[in-house]
Structures are given as structure tokens and as C-alpha cells.
């Protein structure tokens, strides 16, 4: 490759000024990520936040109902993800691979997500700001009848929710834990054990 040839390069092989800034925002908004990681309650707070100034939004503007509607089904696709194991306890052969137990006494082995819960706040962020930047445009307002949108997403909530649940009941796996288990009594050492 000769010199310049490379992506984000002047002729002269250092970085562009374009790309030396928008790898210094790229930068400077993973670290806002990195930063915001443990704080999951204000993280869905704000998020719930922006949802509500977002319908509002749509209230009063009363159009940009098919941008609604697709980012209703963009959170379920994402919420269907957040709720399935990462290896399919369907797609496995019982000799081959990790799988969930199915029986009181099997080895315990803990629900790992195909959408963590970080990644499936950060999509569903993105989701929101960029249904909110689509409302500013007349191009994605198109006239439809709303109510037949509000019924086909609400039977198709239905539809794959009793999917996923009879998944769920068949391979026996909760997508939700209540924290960390802890134990009453004493070690055999007589100690306590740690709570």
C-alpha cells in the first residue's frame, strides 16, 4: 500500500484532521459508556425518560407513527434477545456443549444472555434518539391508520412472548435473577458464612 492509500491518511501518512476528530469523539463517548456501566437504574431512568419525552413528541406532532411502530419492534427484538440463553439449550445435543440443568440434581450453571443487559440499554438508547431524529423529518411522517398498527404489534407481542415463555418453561431457565444466593449457618469450620 503506498503511502496515503490508508484509510483516515493525508498524503503525507499522519492522521487527517476529520478522522483525528472523530476518533477523539469516539473516544470521548466510550469512556462516557465506560463511565455510566455500573449505574444501571439512572442508565433505564434516563432511558424511560427519553421514551416519554419521545411519545410525547409523537402526541403532539400526531404522525410518524410507522417510526413508532418500527422502534416498538426493534425493543422487542431486543427484548426477545435479552430473554434468550446465549447457547440455545434447543440447538444442542445432549453429549455435545454447555448446557442449562434440567434436573434438581445437575451441576448449577448460571443463565449467561445473548444480549447482556448493558448492550441491550445501549441499543435501545440508540433506537430512541434516532426514532426522535426521524421525527424531524417529513419524509418519514407517512399517513397510515394507526389503530391497525397498535393491534398488529400487540397481537405480535403476544404471538412471540407465548413463544418465548413456552421456550422457556420447556428447556427450564429463568432469564431473571434476585442477586447473589446466600446461605444461613455455619461452615465446617463453625464459622458463619459470608452473606
Request: proline letters at 6%.
Given at each position: ?26 473516544q ?79 451441576e ?64 427450564r ?23
Open positions: 500500500m503506498s503511502e496515503g492509500d490508508s484509510v483516515g491518511e493525508s498524503i503525507h501518512g499522519k492522521p487527517s484532521l476529520v478522522a483525528a476528530f472523530f476518533t477523539r469523539i469516539g470521548v463517548y466510550q469512556s462516557w459508556l465506560d463511565k455510566s456501566t455500573p449505574f444501571y437504574a439512572v442508565r433505564w431512568a434516563a432511558t424511560l425518560l427519553l421514551t416519554a419525552v419521545y411519545m410525547i413528541r409523537v402526541y403532539i406532532l400526531q404522525g410518524w407513527y410507522i417510526v413508532t411502530y418500527a422502534l416498538g419492534i426493534y425493543h422487542l427484538n431486543l427484548f426477545i434477545a435479552f430473554l434468550s440463553p446465549k447457547v440455545d439449550p434447543s440447538l444442542l445435543d445432549e453429549d455435545e456443549g454447555p448446557s442449562l440443568p434440567t434436573k434438581q440434581n445437575e448449577f450453571r448460571p443463565f449467561i444472555r445473548r444480549l447482556p443487559e448493558f448492550k441491550f440499554w445501549h441499543s435501545a438508547t440508540k433506537g430512541i434518539v434516532i426514532a426522535m431524529i426521524c421525527t424531524f423529518f417529513d419524509a418519514f411522517n407517512v399517513p397510515v391508520f394507526w389503530p391497525i398498527l397498535v393491534m398488529y404489534f400487540i397481537m405480535l407481542f403476544c404471538i412471540t412472548m407465548k413463544r418465548q415463555i413456552k421456550h422457556m418453561i420447556k428447556y431457565y429463568i432469564p431473571f435473577t434476585h442477586g447473589k444466593r446466600t446461605y444461613k449457618g455455619k461452615d465446617d469450620t463453625g464459622k458463619p458464612f459470608a452473606s
